[in-house]
């Protein structure tokens, strides 16, 4: 699909939505803002619903387009970026079920192509998608290229995840030429972090433990973990990364309590072992190395099913 096609379906239509994935990441939101700036430079004027955005990315948000969740009432286009399922638009699918049209733009291997059009390409993110969507580049101006940056650093782990792809150097080369402060993007998103998540990581990382002989790390922590550093589960980000820097596991677990009973689960994967559809077992999803789902049950329990679901791949 190229932008020109998108434009089409939406023009003439009153109520466009641009919305992600439930906890929205780098590259969710800066697929969304970046998507939203470009058609509105085609006359196109759409909103993006999104539940909170993480502290991380407010320089994202500052001065773009953004419309409070409960001032958007009706939607007759649906653009869906970076989300593998309808389930995962969360609060946004009554929206999703309103629109007359609904469009999927995403990377996600499990993408079940769930829109009405349905663009789903291999690429190291949706930004890296919405890139390749334009005809030319003289749509793009510095804000744009600030939010596609965002998106294909976070999402491949700022050019080191085997996602990369030499044209991924290249799209970012030309989005850097457009003045990305690229050295202080990547430092938001990777290095920065407040006092408070730097003590929870010191924590999590005391936690972990191998399992299966070293083939997995893993590591969780609890409401009471989180509460003791005055934290809550945006303040883990990074630490499922830190455990998969380890040499000697295969795959690295982080276990986020969330409520009494449920509990996130973040999978990485240093190995052949797809952690997507370990994911997939709990009606979760992502990307081979990288994956996540939410389980219900005792941590003890949701540890258990995990490990088990990693040993039908061995
Ligand atoms: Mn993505």
Not at 157 to 183: M, P, Q, S
Not at 298 to 305: G, L, M, N, R
Request: hydrophobic share 40%.
């Amino acid at each position: 699909m190229k932008l020109q096609e998108l434009v089409n379906l939406c023009e003439n239509q009153a109520n466009i939505i641009i919305s992600g994935h439930i906890n929205p990441d780098g590259d969710c939101i800066g697929a969304c803002y970046a998507l939203a700036a470009i058609l509105h430079k085609k006359g196109i004027h759409a909103k993006i619903a999104m539940e909170d955005i993480p502290d991380t990315f407010n320089y994202l948000v500052e001065g773009r387009l953004y419309v409070e969740e409960d001032q958007i009432k009706r939607s007759d286009v649906f653009i869906a970026l970076d989300c593998g399922d309808k389930e995962r638009l969360g609060p946004h699918v009554p929206l999703f079920d309103q629109a007359s049209i609904t469009i999927n733009v995403d990377h996600h291997i499990s993408n079940n192509h769930f829109a009405d059009y349905n663009h789903v390409v291999e690429a190291s993110s949706t930004c890296e998608i919405i890139f390749e969507m334009l005809e030319d580049t003289s749509l793009l101006d510095k804000p744009i290229c600030e939010a596609l940056y965002t998106g294909i650093a976070y999402d491949t782990g700022a050019f080191k995840h085997c996602n990369t792809t030499r044209r991924t150097y290249e799209i970012a080369g030309t989005l850097i030429d457009y003045g990305v402060n690229f050295n202080e993007i990547i430092n938001r998103l990777y290095y920065y972090k407040s006092y408070k998540s730097f003590k929870v990581l010191g924590l999590a990382i005391a936690n972990a433990k191998m399992y299966l002989d070293n083939v997995i790390l893993l590591t969780s922590l609890s409401l009471e973990d989180l509460k003791r550093y005055d934290c809550e589960k945006k303040d883990t980000d990074g630490v499922v990364q830190m455990l998969n820097e380890v040499m000697e596991s295969s795959c690295a677990v982080f276990i986020v309590q969330v409520s009494q009973d449920t509990f996130k689960v973040s999978l990485r994967s240093s190995s052949g072992i797809d952690v997507c559809k370990v994911a997939q077992v709990f009606g979760g999803g992502g990307h081979t190395k990288a994956s996540g789902c939410t389980i219900t049950g005792t941590i003890e329990q949701v540890k258990e099913q995990i490990i088990e679901a990693i040993t039908e791949q061995l």
